[in-house]
């Protein structure tokens, strides 16, 4: 069983950055593959990036572009999503994921959500 609680979301002006942190319970979090997923208003939740247990061969959802970056660090037990040039495209809820065999990129192949953490960009 894990347990995931977001924090870090907020507002921000169109080109600003945030940072977003998920912290998760369990002891075997090291063994899981962890990922950010968001959902705006009306729309369906989509991927945003997967970070394996080793942290190599992560993953981006295509609209990333190179503005965000996922870490993590098993010894803490968090998983960060740094988001910088934030575009009013990207406000939506954030939500932190975790699967326990592979690297989530769509809803159906996570295990454990977090509660999510509010992101809003102004133009």
């Known amino acids: 069983q894990v347990q995931l609680v977001e924090s870090g979301g907020g507002s921000v002006q169109a080109g600003g950055s945030l940072r977003l942190s998920c912290a998760a319970s369990?002891?075997?979090?090291?063994?899981?593959?962890m990922a950010w997923f968001r959902q705006a208003p009306g729309k369906e939740r989509e991927f945003v990036a997967a970070i394996p247990w080793s942290g190599g061969y992560i993953r981006y959802g295509d609209f990333v572009k190179g503005r965000f970056s996922i870490s993590r660090d098993n010894a803490k037990n968090t998983v960060s999503l740094q988001m910088n040039s934030l575009k009013p495209e990207d406000t939506a809820v954030y939500y932190c994921?975790?699967?326990?065999?592979?690297?989530?990129?769509?809803?159906?192949?996570?295990?454990?959500w977090g509660q999510g953490t509010q992101v809003t960009v102004s133009s």
């Open positions: 369990g002891r075997t979090f090291s063994s899981y593959y």
């Open positions: 994921a975790a699967r326990n065999s592979r690297i989530p990129t769509a809803t159906y192949e996570v295990d454990y």
